[in-house]
């Protein structure tokens, strides 16, 4: 049972390039979720998905966007990389949130240079 | 808007217990959740309690929640070398997303 997967695991850009973060879960969860971690700031939520083909923006969505086409992928891009978006991306899922809690993916660490 | 303190310190002697404390704003707060992260991985839920309740014990750790002071803590017994690691405090309202901590980063001496 894979959980929540997340790729790739590492990656460095440079300013002003694309790339696509990928999140795939198998555990049927409607709930999915990209955070942000950067150093003693906690996790920030990006963006988030209620539930497949639906989208809605966190605390910090801009520079950002998402898309939910399956149920079990949630895709997090970023259209023109900036060096403010160097950080670790985790992406979670859960069923519902009452109660049970997220599970998160191992982290992508994005470097922008 | 919601809001989950922790201190970002912590240091213990193996074989001592931790407590790890948290504060919290939202008083509609119905699910608090405690998260431990590991040098280069994700968070791994290590508990959770839901607001009618005012301890819970799982082997090692007891959650305690005070609801009238917002106030939630981890006591871990018998700290040991693996249990060094960033314990994250989160809490959900039947919200659609979990609102965390900064993280409280606890270091075991030996």
């Known amino acids: 049972n894979a959980g929540v997967t997340q790729t790739p695991k590492f990656r460095v850009l440079k300013t002003g390039q694309s790339m696509t973060l990928l999140c795939a879960q198998d555990?049927?969860?409607?709930?999915m979720y990209w955070y942000r971690q950067d150093p003693g700031m906690g996790l920030r939520l990006i963006h988030y998905s209620v539930g497949e083909g639906t989208t809605a923006k966190g605390e910090v969505p801009d520079g950002y966007n998402v898309s939910r086409l399956k149920k079990q992928n949630f895709l997090l891009g970023l259209e023109s990389a900036a060096p403010s978006q160097t950080s670790v991306y985790f992406c979670?899922?859960?069923?519902?949130?009452?109660?049970?809690?997220?599970?998160f993916g191992q982290g992508t660490r994005l470097t922008v240079v | 808007g919601e809001d989950v303190e922790q201190s970002l310190f912590l240091s213990v002697r193996e074989g001592d217990s931790s407590v790890i404390n948290c504060t919290y704003t939202?008083?509609?707060?119905?699910?608090l959740y405690w998260y431990k992260q590991e040098p280069g991985a994700g968070l791994q839920l290590l508990t959770y309690?839901?607001?009618?309740?005012d301890m819970k014990q799982d082997q090692r750790l007891t959650v305690l929640l005070n609801k009238k002071d917002k106030h939630l803590s981890l006591r871990i017994a018998d700290t040991q070398t693996g249990d060094s690691a960033i314990y994250f405090c989160a809490e959900n309202n039947y919200g659609q997303n979990f609102v965390f901590g900064p993280g409280t980063r606890l270091s075991v001496l030996p």
């Open positions: 979670a899922s859960s069923y519902s949130t009452k109660g049970g809690g997220a599970f």
């Open positions: 555990m049927n969860h409607e709930y």
């Open positions: 939202d008083s509609s707060s119905t699910y």
């Open positions: 309690i839901f607001s009618n309740m």
